[in-house]
């Protein structure tokens, strides 16, 4: 990152929205602190923002370069363009992505002390951008976006983009950590800081800023700023968000600060101060209830405990405030330095109090809860003091001028008491040490502050809704501290104080206003200064008013008190009053509950009720650029050679195939590794449907209209084995649905390192008629590689989970295969066994004859395997996997009969079954083990399935109850998470859960439990007893429920308490306890996912940087210092294959103990400088083809050599190619190098190293070419000659580019070619391979650029009419059943016969929210996530159809099954039967994972186990094949 550049610097900020006509969006973003433009990409298919941070790719000099990049200099290309000043926010929501910009900015504050300017947003922009995904989303979704793009931003929000301004000025805190507390967008910005651009998105602030200049009698000018600032720990509207919450804090909490300094002249210092205070509502539990009928709300204090969490309140407010370790505080000297040793909160209550009102009840509620507070300690440090102010009674007995006397009484001595903050900003650090106070500075400025008295503690205000009379009262308190503020920076507002006399302003007593009259202050103060501080607070209160309510604030006219026409403002404000009041009645009463949406979904409160089905993270499209085939696809078009099916640029464009085409077959080589988790089609055609292929391996493409976009998931393969007893132990006819969960859930394989994905796709007929084709795109998770390397930001997350997971390895040790048939692999080739064959071998993928003895011998099948592991390697893994597998088999045997013998020998219940689930996912068992170990004793896996054993009826109150924690719990997580800012973690010693499941084993403890409502087990547990809350009676902690219980048994409720305490089983219904082992389960499973994601990260983690790397910490390093040997290295050009872009098209081997190969490409800025890669010693040539991260022009190639070095005698001979596809015919040859002769012309390359300087360039050969080459892949040779001991010359060839030997991560230091040791046999090895060069921008060519005769002739063919068109098949009647998952359609005699069905797409969404919590990690906290389940194991849906061979059901048979895949809810698909059916009845059953779908809870609760938006009615029709011609006119009527 660029350092700051001051205020007012070189240029404002500056963002350019640009769409192309492509609908391709781009971010192009001009910081105002930095020189250099950044581009952003959002993705079209799936929103995700990408940012490589490569100069001339999406970093560049100036937004000019950036625009001509993107554009190809042409404005043609433009299809709108969006001007901004900031970016505010950005997020996918399913089928769209927003992005929120400022368009129009006002300084509010133009110049800070010490720099930086602070903006109001005036007007700002909701971009919003239609994606190409089909995730079906609900109605009840659409609206909530719809109205989340209608929140109120304008004249509301305000940031700063080069300093803190979330805590007090000046802030001791870069701009990079801001308070959360006053972070509004901070969910809205995660997918900037996920790309490593956090400071791209500013961090906005809600509520006010302003500033003022005023001055005295031509004296010297100051300045006054306010600065509001509300907490986002309680957002809501009037009467949904008062009192307090579960995360301690109140309705309408805000922090204001008064500022005032006086501005100097450049390269002088500048004084200032400031003052804080706050303003909330009650902090205790209370509400109001809105009564159409009567005048005013009906105001509730909680029964439950109304004063939890208020201490908590009061101690974040103390950590806030709290300056006594500073060692200024502003305090007079005379007071006692007892005093402090505590921090002051003042509270100033403006409430009614007397008999017969309202507000009464919160009076004396307030007063109880701070000495409920006092009696339990909680508060050591802090002194709370309680102000009582009847402000309207007063008002209305005494008036205003005498209120506001009386509270300048109350006032005087916590003010003095609290004081103010006093600095100066200095612009030299130089001699920093020479002043007096606190002295720091951080890198949002150049120069530093030096604090001379510190404010402790703070002043509160509140009425019943923190609005209108804390305004105003906060006003005149702000005024006396603002009089006094002046008088410390010299500043004089007396207004009897003439020129002559300014001399003697010091001299002038402190605090004097406090002790007089209204009159008096109004006569002896300069007002034009007050009406300016008044007009602040003006604005400020209709601003915090239309937040909290929607119309502007009441009673303002007493801040006009001072003016000469201070009556006038009365009498207007009666008739304005009444007005306000009928406005916010009707806000309350009709818009409220819409507002209060809003703010949680733009803070990400509550997802999983406003879009529930709405991903936290998108998936990435890794097939496009830099992606590309590896092989031409051949077309009718000579010109195409198939890359346009990835391309993003013509997802118009129909690909049309060659006549002869049987199959179409695409090596796609992603951009990243990644897992793949979707392939979504672009379904193109004619007019006639059945040019597109029919199957993709294997599985059915349905015909579908021109431009559908389908997705087809993708889960991990699944073992053989494991595939085979499931078929065996399962009925296709009769199966049960997994209402609960699924029991039978196989587990496919992860790898996250697939580069290649190869998709053989068949035309529908065999004919010579041409195939069509649309876009194709691979859909997958990346790791954050870049970031991981860098041991930064969501990288170094994702590495410290994964290695705290590394040593728990339980992985099937079997072969794989996938489950769709769609080939994945890391690489395209792997390398033969053989090295010895006599015989040429045949590249099955190219036709190329392969060298014997070759290194990179072709793979003849295309699978999912580890590259960098050898057959010894996975021999020695296998076996050590199934040692826990066996244990953990047995011990899950061992379970299952001690369930079964406390069941009396009897078949296992429902409970018994789910206990038993429990222990086989703690022994981390998988289904297959489980039913391979069941399997071993003569047990049939489904006579245990919780799913069969519990009664129908019951089923869906379980679920509902399951479903209703699972919300409960994410709520109450919610809630603990924002709770916890600001404030130190709370000690837990309660060990009771959030489920307590008992498990196989535990039993009540005895005597000591009063409850004893676990009994049936054999051992003893822990002897800890509680109270339940309900019985008052002891109970253990085995008959304990757990957590859950609580929020269940009181359905939410509205108090933090909800989640306290202890509730015995013995008070729970049994569906709550039911509700919590289901629940259970579903976490366990769901943390099994997660720990197989995690071990095939750290599988992936090795594969790359090997296991040495991972399992312990590298020594530091100097990055500065290996950028600079980087850049000296690349001589002013790229590295254009550094891993993740680049990678290696073939497998290689590795000698034991080496890095893998692939740390050859890793990143030389890296903490892997140290390994190296090492060739078996058995190798005497290695052929490496690196694939490169662009089409580029490459200059040259540079090998670093490892520890190990190279000899005279051993040296290598390079070779080098270069190619765009891996046809080996079409490589052109570069060069023949020998290094012995290198190493002969360049003395340097001899002699031990030296690496005392870290910045010094390492021992390196270079290979630079000509002439620059154009291509995709560089192919390079390594080959050295297997000599005799006696033809070594120790003393002669030793130093020959040998490097020292020092290195901890080197396996067995081979020294030179010295005959003896294994370890002395020469080999291969390096340490880095940088290719050097530039990347060159290749777009695909757009359609226009066909030939006209080849464009026409496509087009002609595309709009010829199929010859035979489908039409309904009348049917006579249609019948649903088990849970309309079942259609039953019987035929109308004389329908033809049937060809095929069509399915319209399905309504239903997939929840996020499964299950309640996991651990207190988010779930949809997007920077928590590493891996999303919904995409590692997909819900698939099938279609069974059966035909009828006789009269009753039992004679059905099943005609077929197709894989249902993902489109927008109502697109037709087109399934073709096999063969024909002349069978009268036909059903239709929808398989699969049914149960991982619900309906909008938007959209109301259908009281259904199953969604409504799976039901197949009216879903299916049946279609029959025939010329139109047969039918005649009745032909248009019956179509389909």
């Known amino acids: 990152m660029q350092s700051p550049v001051t205020a007012g610097g070189l240029r404002n900020t500056s963002v350019v929205i640009l769409t192309l006509n492509t609908s391709e969006v781009y971010i192009i973003i001009s910081l105002s602190f930095r020189t250099d433009t950044q581009v952003i990409y959002i993705d079209p298919t799936t929103g995700s923002l990408k940012h490589d941070r490569k100069p001339g790719y999406d970093i560049f000099n100036s937004q000019d370069e950036a625009l001509k990049y993107i554009t190809n200099g042409s404005q043609s290309n433009i299809k709108s363009t969006i001007y901004a000043k900031a970016i505010l926010g950005f997020a996918v929501l399913g089928n769209f992505a927003l992005l929120l910009v400022a368009t129009k900015l006002t300084a509010s504050i133009p110049y800070l002390p010490g720099g930086g300017c602070v903006y109001m947003v005036v007007e700002s922009k909701w971009v919003k951008i239609q994606l190409q995904n089909v995730q079906p989303q609900g109605k009840g979704e659409l609206k909530n976006i719809q109205e989340l793009i209608e929140l109120e931003i304008d004249g509301k929000h305000y940031f700063c983009e080069t300093r803190d301004i979330t805590r007090p000025f000046p802030s001791r805190v870069s701009l990079r950590d801001p308070d959360d507390e006053f972070v509004w967008n901070r969910w809205f910005s995660i997918a900037f800081r996920r790309i490593g651009l956090e400071q791209h998105c500013v961090v906005l602030l809600q509520g006010f800023v302003e500033y003022r200049t005023f001055g005295s009698f031509g004296q010297q000018e100051g300045i006054v700023a306010l600065v509001a600032r509300r907490s986002r720990l309680h957002p809501g509207t009037r009467y949904l968000a008062r009192g307090l919450n579960a995360c301690y804090s109140t309705g309408n909490e805000i922090e204001c600060e008064q500022l005032v300094w006086v501005p100097k002249r450049a390269g002088q210092s500048v004084p200032f101060n400031t003052y804080i205070w706050r303003r909330g509502t009650i902090p205790i539990w209370w509400g109001a209830e809105l009564k159409m009928t009567a005048a005013e709300a009906s105001i509730y204090v909680s029964e439950r405990d109304p004063y939890k969490g208020s201490a908590r309140y009061y101690q974040r407010l103390t950590k806030r405030y709290d300056t006594r370790n500073l060692g200024v505080v502003g305090q007079s000297q005379s007071q006692s330095q007892s005093n402090n040793a505590l921090v002051p909160i003042v509270c100033v209550n403006l409430l009614r109090s007397g008999e017969g009102k309202s507000e009464s009840i919160l009076v004396q509620h307030f007063e109880e809860s701070l000495d409920y507070i006092r009696s339990m300690g909680q508060l050591p440090d802090t002194r709370i003091h309680l102000i009582h102010y009847d402000w309207h009674t007063s008002i209305r007995l005494k008036g205003e001028h005498q209120t506001i006397e009386g509270l300048w009484y109350h006032l005087k001595a916590p003010t003095i008491s609290v004081g103010i903050s006093e600095g100066d900003y200095l612009l030299s650090r130089e001699h920093m040490e020479d002043y007096k106070g606190e002295n720091f500075y951080n890198d949002d400025i150049i120069g530093f502050f030096c604090m001379r008295v510190h404010q402790n503690g703070v002043i ?103 003016s000469e026409e201070a009556n006038k403002s009365k009498q207007f404000s009666v008739a304005q009053n009444v007005k306000i009041n009928l406005q916010r009645r009707y806000n309350n009463a009709v818009v409220d509950s819409s507002r209060q949406k809003q703010l949680e979904m733009f803070l990400g409160l509550r997802l999983f009720k406003h879009l529930p089905s709405v991903s936290v993270h998108p998936l990435h499209v890794l097939s496009r650029r830099p992606g590309f085939l590896l092989k031409p696809v051949a077309s009718v078009d000579p010109s195409s050679d198939g890359d346009c099916l990835l391309s993003f640029k013509q997802k118009d464009l129909i690909w049309v195939s060659q006549q002869a085409a049987d199959i179409i077959q695409l090596f796609i080589y992603l951009g990243e590794p990644c897992h793949v988790c979707q392939l979504l089609l672009t379904i193109s055609h004619g007019a006639d449907d059945s040019t597109y292929p029919s199957t993709l391996d294997g599985a059915t493409i349905p015909r579908c209209p021109n431009g559908t976009n389908m997705v087809v998931s993708i889960p991990g393969p699944i073992s053989n084995e494991e595939m085979a007893l499931k078929r065996t132990g399962s009925n296709v006819h009769k199966t049960s649905l997994p209402f609960l969960y699924d029991f039978n859930g196989p587990e496919g394989k992860l790898d996250f390192l697939t580069r290649v994905v190869v998709l053989t796709f068949y035309p529908a007929e065999s004919t010579s008629s041409p195939v069509t084709l649309g876009e194709v795109e691979i859909l997958g998770i990346s790791l954050p590689w870049r970031d991981i390397f860098a041991s930064e930001g969501h990288g170094l997350s994702v590495y410290k989970r994964v290695t705290n997971s590394k040593d728990d390895f339980n992985d099937i040790p079997s072969k794989t295969r996938n489950t769709t048939n769609v080939a994945l692999t890391d690489d395209v080739l792997s390398p033969e066994k053989s090295y010895m064959s006599a015989s040429p071998q045949v590249d099955l993928l190219t036709g190329d004859n392969v060298i014997s003895g070759s290194d990179s011998q072709p793979m003849t099948d295309i699978s999912l395997h580890d590259r960098d592991l050898n057959i010894k390697e996975l021999e020695k893994a296998r076996l050590q996997d199934k040692i826990p597998t066996k244990n953990g088999a047995q011990q899950y045997i061992s379970c299952f009969e001690m369930l079964t013998a406390l069941h009396g020998g009897n078949k296992l219940g429902f409970i018994e079954a789910m206990k038993l689930e429990i222990e086989r996912l703690h022994l981390n068992l998988s289904t297959f083990e489980r039913d391979k170990a069941l399997s071993s004793i003569g047990i049939d896996p489904s006579t245990i399935d919780p799913n069969t054993l519990i009664e129908e009826s019951y089923i869906g109150s379980l679920c509902k109850t399951s479903n209703a924690l699972a919300v409960l719990g994410q709520i109450s997580l919610e809630d603990r998470t924002t709770g916890s800012i600001g404030l130190d973690p709370i000690d837990n010693t309660n060990d009771i859960d959030f489920w307590n499941v008992t498990r196989v084993g535990d039993r009540c403890y005895g005597e000591s439990c009063q409850v004893r409502a676990e009994t049936l087990s054999l051992t003893s547990s822990s002897k800890s007893t509680y109270i339940c809350c309900v019985c008052k009676r002891k109970v253990c902690k085995v008959c304990c429920a757990g957590k859950g219980a609580i929020l269940l048994r009181n359905n939410g409720g509205t108090s933090y308490n909800d989640v306290d305490g202890v509730i015995c089983k013995r008070c729970c219904d049994e569906s709550v306890l039911d509700a919590l082992t289901l629940d259970y389960i579903r976490v366990l499973i769901s943390q099994r996912r997660s720990h197989h994601a995690e071990i095939a990260t750290y599988k992936a983690l090795g594969r790359v940087v090997g296991d040495n790397c991972i399992s312990r910490k590298t020594a530091p390093f100097n990055k500065n210092g290996t950028v600079e040997v980087l850049r000296k290295l690349l001589k002013g050009e790229e590295s254009l294959a550094e891993f993740p872009f680049g990678s290696f098209l073939h497998s290689i081997e590795s000698a034991s103990g080496s890095a893998p190969p692939l740390s050859l490409l890793t990143p030389l800025d890296t903490e892997l400088q140290n390994s190296y890669w090492r060739a078996p010693n058995t190798s005497s040539s290695v052929e490496l083809v690196i694939v490169l991260g662009n089409l580029a022009d490459v200059t040259g190639i540079v090998l670093l050599v490892s520890p190990c070095g190279y000899s005279m005698s051993d040296s290598p001979t390079v070779q080098i190619w270069a190619s765009n596809k891996i046809h080996k015919e079409e490589r052109s040859c570069i060069g023949k190098w020998d290094v012995r002769s290198l190493i002969n012309s360049s003395p340097e390359l001899c002699g031990p190293e030296k690496s005392d300087n870290e910045s010094q360039t390492p021992r390196h050969i270079r290979f630079d070419f000509r002439n620059p080459v154009r291509c995709r892949m560089i192919w390079i040779k390594l080959t050295i000659q297997k000599l005799v001991s006696s033809s070594v010359s120790f003393g002669k060839d030793f130093n020959l580019l040998s490097l020292n030997n020092d290195d901890p991560l080197s396996g067995p230091v081979r020294r ?225």
């Not at 004097?512 to 103060?525: A, I, L, P, W, Y």
């Not at 991982?1492 to 094949?1521: H, M, Q, V």
Request: glycine share 6%; hydrophobic share 40%.
């Open 460 to 562: 509160r205000y509140n009425c019943a809704d923190s609005l209108d009379r804390t305004n105003a009262a906060s006003f005149f308190g702000a005024l006396q501290v603002f009089v006094e503020q002046c008088r410390r920076l010299g500043i004089i507002l007396d207004n009897d104080a003439s020129p002559k006399k300014s001399n003697e302003s010091n001299h002038t007593k402190p605090w004097k206003g406090f002790d007089m009259t209204f009159n008096e202050f109004k006569k002896s103060t300069l007002l034009s200064p007050v009406f300016q501080l008044a007009d602040l607070f003006l604005i400020a209160g209709d601003i915090h008013a239309m937040l909290y309510t929607g119309s502007k604030a009441m009673h303002s006219h007493i801040l006009n008190i001072f």
């Open 1312 to 1536: 030179a070619s010295i005959a003896g040791t294994s370890e002395s046999i020469p080999c291969i090895h390096a340490k880095r391979i940088l290719v050097t060069g530039s990347s060159v921008k290749a777009d695909i060519e757009e359609s226009s650029s066909r030939n006209y005769e080849v464009a026409s002739g496509i087009k002609s063919w595309l709009e010829k009419a199929p010859l035979l068109n489908r039409y309904k098949v009348p049917t006579e009647s249609e019948k649903l059943i088990e849970h309309d998952l079942v259609l039953e359609l019987n035929i109308s005699p004389g329908s033809p016969v049937v060809a095929g069905f069509r399915l319209d797409g399905f309504s239903a969404i997939k929840p996020q929210l499964i299950h309640s919590p996991s651990s207190n990690v988010n779930p949809l906290d997007v920077l928590s996530i590493v891996f999303q389940h919904r995409f590692l194991s997909p819900a698939v849906l099938f279609i069974q159809v059966s035909a009828s061979q006789g009269s009753s059901e039992e004679e059905m048979v099943v005609v077929a099954e197709y894989r249902v895949p993902e489109v927008k809810s109502g697109t037709p698909m087109y399934f073709d039967f096999p063969e024909v059916i002349s069978s009268r009845r036909l059903w239709f059953r929808l398989v699969g994972d049914v149960t991982a779908f619900s309906d909008d809870p938007e959209e109301g609760d259908s009281g259904r186990t199953l969604a409504a938006g799976l039901s197949l009615l009216n879903r299916i029709k049946l279609y029959y094949y025939a010329h139109p011609s047969d039918l005649g006119r009745w032909a248009s009527l019956s179509g389909i």
